[in-house]
Every structure is written in structure tokens, then in C-alpha cells.
């Protein structure tokens, strides 16, 4: 189970589900001023795809490590009737060993560095005449691996009753949209890859209403490294974005590892890595000598440098930049300064199995000092004290790894989101992260637990949210979800489980002693640089 837990949040995203299912036929043309566009209308779901439009040229040669730039002019009309090519990605961290590495090699989908495309979704064969809500999808991968070829967008436009417009974007992932240190700030653009994200966000509030939705309807959805991508926006520039490039903010397992400045000692040791491992080391500008390099000597150097290291982690995330992120992300959150109107927040029971080496327990103070190298002898100490009898090493290693870099970060946007935020948690047993995707996103498969109650108060519950920011305004009578209060009142959070072969959706209040251990995470946020 573990294994194939793994191996399903890591690397599903990687293997193409490029084809459409159904009877299809040509679809309406979009012009984009700099392209047309001709989707396929999907009979079967009564959805019109258009896939692999371009939203920004290839970041490739000069473009690399810089902030995306506008598409070039194309003449004709394009046929948007495939998945485009997915961004260069890599393995997750392996050391000591990793039993998945083997998998991870295995994967043969084509990639590259034009990748920066995305995919939209409508309900019917023809425009809405009306502007309908659109929801953003960001996909999941620890910003190093992931595309947006699997998720077949019809999924949420069918569970919406036909209500919502939906996008995937594609993004650039590892080395190539997370390079950081003081070369990079001075001659190019920090955080590429959510610069991209911000350029798509643009692209969207351009263009969406050519596709149907409304440019002042737009949420935005991650899962785990989309969800943590969620959170950089809504921090972004001090909560401060003008104009407001999205209304709604969903995330499902929020991601946030250490967030360094962009010149701290980690950032600057990845850059020298990356240096090294292309040959760069004796050049007078490594910059250039980098931006001039083979895209495949620099996909080695990306596979090789995320591979070493720690087990389940991921050294290319996104930094302080000054510019963009101009703060760490508690420290914004509990300013309360965000970007967005209201907020929706799910987790599942059990984030972090899935990134602990279960084969080969630690000691729980060094597997901390090991996550948070930052930390000294006596804040790993606190740790151990705070997961203390919480059972088996390996649980308290678990509970570590999923509450300080997924849970919590989840509550800590919650509280930014005072009054206008709602909690949720999937718990259908093993609950590990990852495994709520199939219940939203089934890519044409059923979910292991497939109740069509369940499926429906699940999935509906993020799509009323899309549409009204209030997942309590049904599209769907028969959605068996209780109330859902505000999570500020009373800390109530919704519980999505089973019984048996029946569904177990409740309310519940958030333990008081995980509340205790999240703000002990919250204070030592300076040394783990979140």
C-alpha cells in the first residue's frame, strides 16, 4: 500500500492520459490575438476541450531562469486536440535509499522546456453565452515533477452540473523553475515557476471570457506542491496583487516546506550544485554558461540533485525572492494582508506516511534535525517533547513530517482567513496524501471507495465553493453534506468518511492538542524558515 501510495502522488501526474474519451467533433475557434484555436467537443461528456494552448513562449535559451514572456504570432488556425508535452521533472529526495527510484527512471513520457501550456474545459459544443465561474487547476508534484496530461478537466464540468469553466496550467518545475541564490536575482527571475503561474493567472483574466467564464469568478486549485503554489498567490506581494487575479482559494493538502531566503546557504549550495554538475564551475558567468547548456545535461543535473536528497523531500521549492514573495508565509498569513476573498481547506488524516522512509525509522530527533537542518540542539529537543508518546517512533516521524509541513500550514491559512474560510479532511482510511485526488479527479477510473453519496457531497463540495464561495449553496439537492460552518466558528472542520459501505460526512472540532502543537510550529517558523 505504501508503495503504491508513493509512487500514485509522485508519479501519476507523469503518465499520459492524452487521449479523449468519447465521440468527438470540431469545436468553436477562439481567437487569441496571437493564435486561433479550434477545441474538439467531447460528445460523451458534453464538454468542449481545448488542449495544449500556448500561454507564453518557450523558456528556453535566454528565457531560462526569466520571467515568462508573451507567445509569438502564429499564423492558421491550430487544432487543440492533444496534451501538450509535460515541463522537465525529477525523482523526489532518496537518501539514504529510496525503494521507488527504480519507477521513477521507468517513466518514458517526453519532456522538455516548452512546456508552458495550458488546458480549458467548457460545458456544451458552444460558448456560454453567460460568463460562468472557472476554477484553475495547479497540479501536484513538490514543484519538481507533474503535468496536467492526466486530469481530464470533463471530471469537474460533469460534477458541476455543467456549471464552471475549468483551466490545468503547466508550469516550469526543479532546477528549471526553482534555481535561486544571488546569480539568479542578479541576471534573471526568482521563482520562475510561479511567475508562470501568475502569467497564466493574467492570461485567464485576459481571455477566459472568449472560453465562456467570468474574469471576475476565478478560483484557484492546488493538491499538495499546487496547493502549497495556492498558498505563494495568495501571499504574493504582501496580499497586495493588483488587479485581484483570483477570488476563491482551494487547497487540498497545503504544501510548505522550508522557504529560504533566496540567498541562504541551501539556496546558494543548489546553485553551486547545479554549477558543477554542467560543467559551468570554470566559467566567468555561470549564468550564461548555464542558459547556454544542453536542456538534457541540465535535466541530469536536476534528477541527480533531487534524488540526493533527504528521503521524501524536495530541494528546488520556492524562495523569498523580495520582489514576488516578499516574506515568509506565516509571518504573512498572521498579518492577515492576503490575496483573495474567501478560502476552502482540506487535508487528509494522514499526510505524511507517504514522504517517511517506513523501512528504515530514525530516531525522532535526528529525522528532525534532518527535515529542518536549520534548527538547533535545543528546538530539536522541543520537538521529541512535543510527539512524546504519541506512539512508535515511525508515528511520531510521520506526524512530524505530515502536521509541520502540510497540516498546520493548512490551519495557519485558516486563521489569515478569519470569518470567510472553511476546513475539511478526508478520511477514508488510509487517508494518505494524495488519495483524495480520485474522488475529485477521477481520470476515468472509479475511487477505491466509490459511493456515489460520498463522491457527490465530495466532490460537489469544492465545486458550490468554485461557483459561490460557500459550499453550503447546493447545485444539487441530494448532496447529503450537513452544514458547514464558517471554521472560525468554533474551529468546526468537515469530516468526509465511511462507515462500513455507508457515508460518514460530520462535523467535528479541531483537536485542542494538535491546535497546541501547530502554534509550537508556528513559533519555531523563523528556524524552519516557513
Known sequence: MRKRAFQQVLLATLVAGSSLSGRQTNAPIIDLGYSQYQGVFDANNNVTNFLGLRYAAAPTGENRWRAPQAPQNTSGVQLANANPRPCFSAPTGAAPSNPFLKNNKRQTIAKGEDCLFLNIAFPGSTVPSEGLPTVIWIHGGGYIAGSISSFQLADLVRESNQGVVVVAIQYRLGLFGFLSGNKVKE?????????????????????????????????????????????????????????????????????????????????????????????????????????????????????????????????????????????????????????????????????????????????????????????????????????????????????????????????????????????????????LHGQDVNYYLPFGRP???????????????????????????????SNITPHWKLYNEGETEMVFNRTGDAPDVHTVTTDCEFRKRCSFWESLSTLTAQ
Open 187 to 431: 541576471n534573471g527571475d526568482l521563482n520562475a515557476g510561479l511567475l508562470d503561474q501568475n502569467f497564466a493567472f493574467r492570461w485567464v483574466r485576459e481571455h477566459i471570457s472568449k472560453f465562456g467564464g467570468d474574469p471576475n469568478k476565478v478560483t484557484i486549485w492546488g493538491e499538495s506542491a499546487g496547493a502549497g503554489a495556492v498558498l505563494q498567490h495568495i501571499i504574493a506581494e504582501d496580499g497586495k496583487t493588483n488587479p485581484q487575479l483570483f477570488r476563491g482559494a482551494i487547497t487540498s493538502s497545503t504544501f510548505l516546506p522550508s522557504q529560504y531566503m533566496f540567498n541562504d546557504p541551501l539556496p546558494e549550495a543548489l546553485y553551486s550544485e547545479a554549477v558543477s554538475q554542467t560543467n559551468c564551475s570554470q566559467s566567468s558567468d555561470t549564468m550564461a554558461c548555464l542558459r547556454a547548456a544542453d536542456a538534457q545535461v541540465l535535466q541530469k543535473a536536476n534528477e541527480d540533485i533531487n534524488v540526493a536528497g533527504f528521503f521524501g523531500t524536495f530541494p528546488f521549492v520556492p524562495v523569498v525572492d523580495g520582489t514576488f514573495i516578499k516574506q515568509r508565509a506565516t509571518k504573512v498569513l498572521k498579518q492577515g494582508t492576503v490575496n483573495g476573498q474567501a478560502l476552502l481547506a482540506v487535508s487528509n488524516a494522514n499526510e505524511g506516511q507517504v514522504f517517511v522512509n517506513q523501512s528504515a525509522p530514525a530516531n525522532v530527533r535526528d529525522f528532525v534535525g534532518q527535515l529542518f537542518p536549520t534548527l538547533g540542539p535545543q528546538q530539536e529537543l522541543a520537538v521529541t517533547r512535543q510527539y512524546n508518546g504519541l506512539g512508535s517512533q515511525l508515528n511520531q516521524e510521520n506526524l512530524v513530517m505530515g502536521e509541520s509541513i502540510f497540516v498546520c500550514p493548512t490551519y495557519f491559512l485558516l486563521n489569515a482567513f478569519r470569518s470567510r474560510s472553511f476546513k475539511g479532511v478526508f478520511a477514508i482510511d488510509p487517508a
Open 447 to 477: 475511487p477505491p471507495f466509490n459511493n456515489t453519496d460520498f463522491v457527490k457531497a465530495f466532490s460537489q463540495s469544492f465545486l458550490s465553493f468554485v461557483i459561490s464561495l460557500d459550499p453550503n449553496v447546493k447545485f444539487d439537492s
